[in-house]
């Protein structure tokens, strides 16, 4: 027994090295051996899930916290949280991280073909959200209209399925509801414990959500497929704990309790929209290779000037115009440009209701000129003094010596570095996902959800990103050599 | 066309012109001349106002400098305008070609249209003996090449002054004699001329007067004939006898 855990450790701990998919039986005799049963979830999906308590900051409480402590009680053993993020909790179960999963899984037919599911413990129901004046009655009106939802939720496999890849794919449960309410999207579809807490509330006096139940849906423990024995366990504590209202009193405890949790169970998720590689998906790849092209060269295109006029600012101004420059570059360079893009697009939305692109060129642009008016200040007093007195000496003003002696002769400096930084723009513009915008990145982490897979998505977004990266290397490298005929490196 | 009052300017404690009273009359051509740190360069840079000063007056081409004169102050570049100035390192502008860098300053502050600047800037190529070179770039020049160069951009914007900062210290002896004889055709051909040299022969040669300045003062002012060869002051003497050992 001891050699099996032990084997079952170190195939986890080699797991992630690629070496294929373990089996992983016997899960319920480790149990039993260890005392403890170890279940993945992610506080970040929030309440009621599994969140920090309040009231003992450190401590993580929830309905399935709750759930999981009477299932364990009811197996004779403990129970442990293990923090993963949500997307990866099947992966990361098959590859032996913990025992099961028990963070909001969905029963779907397709998720049912990949690892074993237990009996319900929940059933949801899919709610949609729109603005008290809207005219949107059911998922039914809501063609050409922008819907919000959560990436690889059930709600937006509905979404696919009625409509296409249409929907506006958010990664937090607050800001679909906030981009509802700045009518920057028409309707939100998510599950009710979503709707419930965090749309349909006071601080949402604006939004409305539907009576009708558009799907229902439940939840589920994930067990993997070589475990049937734990799977039976796991069953029987649920059917237990039904029977004798243990169940009721959790769920109740966080306000979950409603009808229907008794009525008939709903069917699964029927359509199996696991997808492979086709035209369309070729096609959608390189569309979000094109946003994150033309994000990464309009953000540039509006860091270098910001950054030169940072940089001259900072190099030859007077002490309040250096110490402007000075601030601006330290804060933002200072600050996360995650935190930048979510200030633009959510901070600010009383007071510029900007678009995602907008936000997103803007935050990225600001954020890239900090970095570049330091590359050009670098540029500019690597010059020579002699040539800014040679300049003045032939009757130059002063910005005409900037701008005819030491602007070109900065930028045939600054290119090498410039190159650096327009590569790592390229990829950075990844961040701006946050705020809803579908760039590569994001249509890989879609793509690779929806065929469960991540190599194929990964390595077509990476062939996508040198794609865009070397030429444009492979151009600056040309441009340099014409710029910078005296600056070639002799041989040491 | 120079006139000089009472020229002082320090560096901290260290006083580096000290009271310099001179005149320069149109066509003189002056060899300025004296030991290191004696406030050769600082004098001559006075005069177009690349370093400020603290006392005095300095009357230049018509114009009027006194201390305290903004950097972008419109005067001064009416001064550069009037008033050429040629370096030890050249300072030609590396991202552009010798044809562009005669022709900037004539096109950019002058507004003189490009055939025109360009024809101009041929013909001094031809003064200084480069006129196969027009679309070379200053790497691609030797020294001496490119201090001709950079005679031929000062030249561009036609000054009634021309001041060189000891032209010929950065180049190689056989360079020397080109640069010479280009500065030899100016004084021939009648420019107001200061040249900070450490070249006796040269300065007896082409100039009208000799300057010693050590200490921050003109110590003796005089033609060639008298400086160099009977010098009055101590200062002189030794300088000149040291110029000779050396």
Known sequence: MALVIAAGAASALIGGCGAGEPEHGGTLAAIRQRGEITWGGDVQGGEPYVYEDPDHPGQITGFEVDLMAAVARRLGVRARMVQYAWSNLVPSLERGDFDIIANGLEATADRRQRILLSDPYFVYAETLTVRTDSEVRSVFDLAGKRIGTLNQTYAYDILRMLYGDVAKVYEGNEEPYLDLELGRTDAVLLDNIIADRYGCTASHPRLKCLPYDVARGTYVMGIRKADPELKQALDGALAAMRRDGELARILGKYKLWDARQTEALPSEGNANLARGVDGDLVRQFVAAAWVTLMLSVLAFLLAVPVGAVLAVARVYGSAPVAGFARLYIELFRGTPVLLQLFVLYYGLAQVVNLGPVEAAVLGLGLNYGAYEAEVYRGALLAIPRGQSEASRALGLAPVQTLWHVLLPQALRLALPPMTNDFVSLLKDSSLVSVIAVIELTKRMTIAAVDMRSWLVPGLLCAALYLALSFPLSELARRLERRLARDQRPLAL | ?246
């Not at chain 2, 050769?40 to 230049?60: H, M, Q, W």
């Open chain 2, 1 to 246: 066309m120079i006139s000089v009052r009472s020229l002082s300017k320090r560096h901290g404690e260290r006083e580096v012109l000290v009271g310099v009273t001179a005149t320069v009359e149109r066509g003189e051509t002056i060899a300025i001349v004296g030991p290191s740190g004696g406030g050769k360069s600082t004098l001559l840079r006075c005069l177009n106002y690349l370093e400020g000063f603290d006392a005095g007056e300095v009357e230049i081409a018509g114009l009027a400098l006194r201390p305290g004169m903004a950097g972008g102050d419109p005067a001064l570049r009416r001064l550069r305008t009037r008033v050429g100035m040629v370096f030890q390192q050249f300072n030609l502008f590396p991202h552009l070609t010798a044809l562009d860098n005669i022709t900037l300053a004539p096109r950019v502050v002058k507004r003189a249209s490009r055939g025109d600047a360009e024809a101009a800037a041929r013909e001094l190529l031809g003064h200084v003996g480069l006129a196969d070179r027009a679309g070379a770039y200053p790497h691609e020049l030797s020294g001496g090449q490119q201090q001709r160069i950079a005679i031929a951009r000062a030249l561009a914007q036609q000054p009634d002054v021309m001041l060189f900062d000891e032209p010929t210290s950065a180049l190689d002896p056989e360079m020397r004699d080109d640069v010479m004889e280009v500065i030899r055709g100016l004084a021939g051909a009648g420019m107001t001329m200061l040249v900070v040299t450490h070249e006796m022969q040269f300065a007896h040669d082409i100039a009208s007067r000799v300057w010693v300045i050590d200490r921050g003062t003109i110590a003796e002012d005089g033609p060639p004939a008298q400086v160099v060869d009977q010098p009055r002051t101590a200062v002189a003497r030794e300088f000149f006898s040291r110029i000779r050992r050396a």
